[in-house]
């Protein structure tokens, strides 16, 4: 079993920056493939990037491709997401997830997911 617990949310201008971390607890944490995925109000929750174990394979939407980058650290067992060039339609609530299977896009796939930080992009 794994806990998540995601901060580095707030407000920021549009054409900003933030860097959110997602923190992980037990031993584990290199094993699993993790995500963020992102819910604005009223919509579904979408994939936003995802990465494997190893850190050797990304995944990107297509909406924030070349703007997010998701990195790793495995010795704090903590994953990242730096958003830069941030859009009014980047708002939402950030969730980081988990799963030992496979580095997907797929939201059910993930097994362990965490509180969720919010995210909004206003002037």
């Known amino acids: 079993q794994v806990q998540l617990v995601e901060s580095g949310g707030g407000l920021v201008q549009p054409g900003g920056s933030l860097r959110l971390s997602c923190a992980a607890s037990?031993?584990?944490?290199?094993?699993?493939?993790m995500g963020w995925f992102r819910q604005a109000p009223g919509k579904e929750r979408e994939f936003v990037a995802a990465i494997s174990w190893s850190g050797g394979r990304t995944y990107y939407s297509d909406s924030v491709k070349g703007r997010f980058t998701i990195s790793r650290d495995n010795a704090k067992n903590t994953v990242y997401l730096q958003m830069n060039s941030l859009k009014p339609e980047d708002t939402a609530v950030y969730y980081c997830?988990?799963?030992?299977?496979?580095?997907?896009?797929?939201?059910?796939?993930?097994?362990?997911w965490g509180q969720g930080t919010q995210v909004t992009v206003s002037s």
């Open positions: 037990g031993r584990t944490f290199s094993s699993y493939s």
């Open positions: 997830a988990a799963n030992r299977r496979i580095t997907t896009v797929v939201a059910s796939n993930y097994d362990y």
